[in-house]
């Protein structure tokens, strides 16, 4: 079984602040490891995700995570908030590379004072 | 591409009652999935599909039912809805090995 732990279900950071945002995993095979974002009312947006080609991955509007097998993590990390990034942000693990049958963490909220 | 499309937005229920939540996608992927979202507890997959006349039950089926007759086609059937199943409900498809295009999701209350 598989599945993956989000730190901190709320995190507030300054405009111009690094963002960090925490994930650890449990799997039993190779994990396929996901960010995704959600802004307020909408869908689920990709933001980047790690399938062992490469231990960091950037991922679009300047978010990067690296995957840790010896911390079982995958965090979410910009050097640099801006107002934008609010949202929910979405840690998920997979079988498989292609994101089928995804386990979700319970979210992060980010939130990004002035 | 209109990509991954949902219909209702939004939707109130009285117990009992039984609808459809549509989902349809445009970009010929094989993998289909329904989601849940309720607060603090992320998405929980309800019910999956892996092509056309293929579908499997994920981690939290009971009180739902799918099929898939068309690779673009895949609803959800609440038989009889229940308080316990008000929710955002979200649609989404994969096959490019992109990972997964969600649709705009469904939100639906049982009273």
């Known amino acids: 079984a598989q599945s993956v732990t989000q730190l901190g279900s709320h995190v507030s950071v300054s405009e111009g602040a690094l963002v960090l945002l925490r994930c650890n995993y449990s799997?039993?095979?190779?994990?396929?490891l996901f960010w995704y974002v959600q802004y307020p009312n909408q869908g689920l947006q990709l933001l980047l995700k790690?399938?062992?080609?490469?231990?960091l991955v950037k991922g679009i509007n300047g978010f990067e995570a690296e995957f840790k097998k010896s911390e079982t993590s995958f965090h979410l990390t910009k050097p640099s908030a801006h107002m934008s990034d609010a949202a929910e942000y979405f840690c998920?693990?997979?079988?498989?590379?292609?994101?089928?049958?995804?386990?979700f963490g319970t979210g992060t909220r980010l939130a990004v004072r002035p | 591409n209109a990509g991954v499309t949902q219909t209702p937005k939004f939707q109130v229920l009285k117990t009992g009652q039984s609808m459809t939540l549509q989902c349809a996608q445009d970009?010929?992927?094989?993998?289909m999935s329904w989601y849940r979202q309720d607060p603090g507890m992320g998405l929980r997959l309800i019910h999956y599909?892996?092509?056309?006349?293929?579908?499997d039950q994920g981690e939290v089926p009971n009180g739902y039912n799918v099929s898939r007759s068309t690779t673009e086609d895949f609803p959800l059937r609440l038989l009889s809805a229940a308080p316990s199943q008000t929710s955002v409900y979200f649609c989404?498809?994969?096959?490019?090995?992109?990972?997964?295009?969600f649709g705009p999701g469904t939100r639906l209350t049982v009273t």
């Open positions: 970009m010929n992927h094989e993998y």
């Open positions: 989404a498809s994969s096959g490019t090995g992109r990972g997964q295009y």
């Open positions: 599909s892996v092509g056309a006349g293929i579908t």
């Open positions: 790690y399938t062992s080609a490469a231990t």
């Open positions: 799997s039993s095979v190779p994990p396929y």
């Open positions: 998920a693990v997979s079988e498989k590379s292609s994101g089928d049958k995804l386990t």
